[in-house]
């Protein structure tokens, strides 16, 4: 029988009262060879639910990591530590997997909580300081906007590219960046609980007092290389503020919607590190990473503006798209950024290989 031990639960305040659904809506046996996402309480739009199924089944054929979602209406009383850790074993979820490898995300609806279950040999991949982490700077911002669904698919994506990126080495942990405003959460493990109030806004906005000061530092810049820089140390401070100066009018619509810490502490570690490569040409530049043999970090745009050079938001997702091992290509080629392409091959699928 596969065990599992418990990882954490935290509690969502109010969601919204969708189409009830019984328990009994919960296949027997778990979900087909082709599913990883059973909604039985109807959270998740269907185009939603089969990227998601599409982005799950990547990582199974790739990691050999089965991870399952599961949206419940109700618990009917019942804990959902008890109810996770039954559902685990009864589905045997990591049984797609040579080692049993599972993973399994419950949402329950009427009660408000969300719980990971993991199995004993995936510890070092989902550590209890990542499950909390991702539960409480990406679901919790998502959920509190009112974009439950969304909240749940962006949540997927994470640890999707966490299983992903365990396995080229370059997996983000929550552990190794000394004190931040994450606070008790860096420590979370089993009971680990904290509650939203549904719908109270994104966290972490710029407080009003700073906001000049913030808005001063962020500018447009003067070179394509100072707006990269003022790009990644904003998301490294987590700044949220969908006016600074360095967003042009598309990349301010983006940065309006949910933005949570763990997709902003991913981007800064991402790409922090790294030493990029500009090339410009007129009032366009591009920001490459030559070095990247994993495909990972793709490029960024930039243009000049009356105000400076800004991030130009109208190329995303436009243009430039992943893979599901999280590897970036072209979507398309007609426009004006390819001139810093010429010393790349692109194949039939959009992925560009540095050819010097």
């Known amino acids: 029988m596969i065990r599992a031990i418990p990882v954490a639960t ?82 045997e979820v990591g049984s797609r997997t040579l080692a049993n490898r599972g993973v399994l995300l419950v949402i329950g609806r009427e009660e408000e909580q969300v719980r990971f279950e993991v199995a004993y040999d995936l510890e070092p991949v989902f550590t209890d300081a990542f499950v909390s982490y991702i539960e409480h700077e990406q679901m919790v911002p998502f959920f509190a906007n009112d974009e439950v669904g969304r909240g749940i698919e962006a949540t997927v994506e994470l640890i999707a590219r966490q299983a992903y990126e365990k396995v080229l080495g370059q997996a983000y942990d929550p552990t190794a960046e000394g004190d931040s405003d994450i606070g008790g959460f860096r420590t979370g493990g089993a009971g680990a609980e904290t ?11 710029t407080p009003p007092a700073s906001k000049d000061a913030v808005r001063s530092h962020f500018a447009a810049q003067p070179t394509p290389e100072l707006a990269w820089d003022r790009f990644v140390e904003a998301n490294r401070r987590r700044i949220k503020d969908a006016d600074l100066g360095i967003y042009d009018t598309e990349a301010k619509k983006f940065m309006r919607g949910v933005v949570t810490n763990a997709g902003q502490d991913h981007l800064a570690n991402l790409y922090g590190g790294e030493d990029p490569t500009v090339r410009t040409e007129g009032d366009r530049a591009v920001i490459l990473f030559l070095n990247d043999p994993n495909h990972l970090l793709a490029p960024w745009f930039f243009h000049k503006t009356h105000e400076g050079w800004q991030l130009d938001g109208s190329m995303y997702p436009d243009v430039i798209g992943y893979n599901h091992l999280n590897q970036w290509r072209f979507r398309r080629r007609d426009h004006g950024y390819m001139f810093a392409f010429s010393d790349f091959r692109l194949d039939e699928n959009g992925f560009a290989f540095y050819r010097p």
Request: glycine content about 10%; proline content about 4%; aromatic content about 6%.
């Open 10 to 91: 935290v509690a969502l305040a109010a969601l919204p009262a969708l189409a009830a659904c019984q328990r009994g809506g919960l296949p027997e046996d778990g979900p087909s060879d082709q599913r990883f996402v059973v909604d039985a309480a109807g959270l998740i739009e269907d185009n939603s639910e089969q990227r998601m199924n599409e982005i799950l089944g990547g990582v199974l054929d790739d990691t050999d990591i089965e991870l399952v979602a599961v949206a419940i209406d109700s618990l009917d009383g019942e804990p959902i530590n008890d109810f996770t850790n039954t559902l685990f074993e009864r589905w």
């Open 195 to 205: 509650a939203v109030t549904f719908g109270d806004g994104v966290r972490g906005r």
